[in-house]
T-cell receptor, first 107, second 112 residues
Framework: GQNIDQPTEMTATEGAIVQINCTYQ??????LFWYQQHAGEAPTFLSY????GLEEKGRFSSFLSRSKGYSYLLLKELQMKDSASYLC????????FGRGTSLIVHP | EAQVTQNPRYLITVTGKKLTVTCSQN?????MSWYRQDPGLGLRQIYY???????DKGDVPEGYKVSRKEKRNFPLILESPSPNQTSLYFC???????????FGPGTRLTVL
């Protein structure tokens, strides 16, 4: 089976940096996705890691360590619009999604 | 514009009244899925389809049916809805199970 853990909620200040962690246990590994979901809206794709290391994409970066079953999403220069839920997910015929980390950015 | 559409966006119905939520994608994706999202439980897959006429159960298939007669469409059918099916439903599509998924805007269903 597959299991994903991520914190339920985080708060941060506008302009700061925040790291959202995700740990997973899977029977097979084919990469890890991060999605962003604003309240009441659909999830949208942020990043995909299949190899170890850091992938940078503008203000957002994602890191993967396959040996540790660990990933994180790093958000820099936080903006109010970054307030959202961040989901990590392991793909497959039946993907497994974490329950999401609700990030609240305050002024 | 590449997109996944769902209809209706909002629906209030009563127990036992059959309903269908439509889903359509214009990206020629082979893989399509239905999810429900409930507070504290995250996204859970109901059914998925690998291609036309190929469908299979996800994590929470009880009380739902699907069909895939055309590549672009993947309707979700609730034959006899019950209050525990009140939820936010998302349709999604991707080229394969290992590509990013594109989600529809969601259907908020309330069963009284």
């Amino acid at each position: 089976g597959q299991n994903i853990d991520q914190p339920t909620e985080m708060t941060a200040t506008e302009g700061a940096i925040v790291q959202i962690n995700c740990t997973y246990q899977t029977s097979g590994f084919n990469g890890l996705f991060w999605y962003q979901q604003h309240a009441g809206e659909a999830p949208t794709f942020l990043s995909y890691n299949v190899l170890d290391g850091l992938e940078e994409k503008g203000r957002f970066s994602s890191f993967l360590s396959r040996s540790k079953g660990y990933s994180y999403l790093l958000l820099k220069e936080l903006q109010m619009k970054d307030s959202a839920s961040y989901l990590c997910a392991v793909p497959g015929y039946i993907p497994t999604f974490g329950r999401g980390t609700s990030l609240i950015v305050h002024p | 514009e590449a997109q996944v559409t769902q209809n209706p966006r909002y629906l209030i119905t009563v127990t036992g009244k059959k309903l269908t939520v439509t889903c359509s994608q214009n990206m020629n994706h082979e893989y399509m899925s239905w999810y429900r999202q409930d507070p504290g439980l995250g996204l859970r897959q109901i059914y998925y389809s690998m291609n036309v006429e190929v469908t299979d159960k996800g994590d929470v298939p009880e009380g739902y049916k699907v069909s895939r007669k055309e590549k672009r469409n993947f309707p979700l059918i609730l034959e006899s809805p019950s209050p525990n099916q009140t939820s936010l439903y998302f349709c999604a599509s991707s080229f394969s199970t290992y590509n990013e998924q594109f989600f529809g805007p969601g259907t908020r269903l309330t069963v009284l």
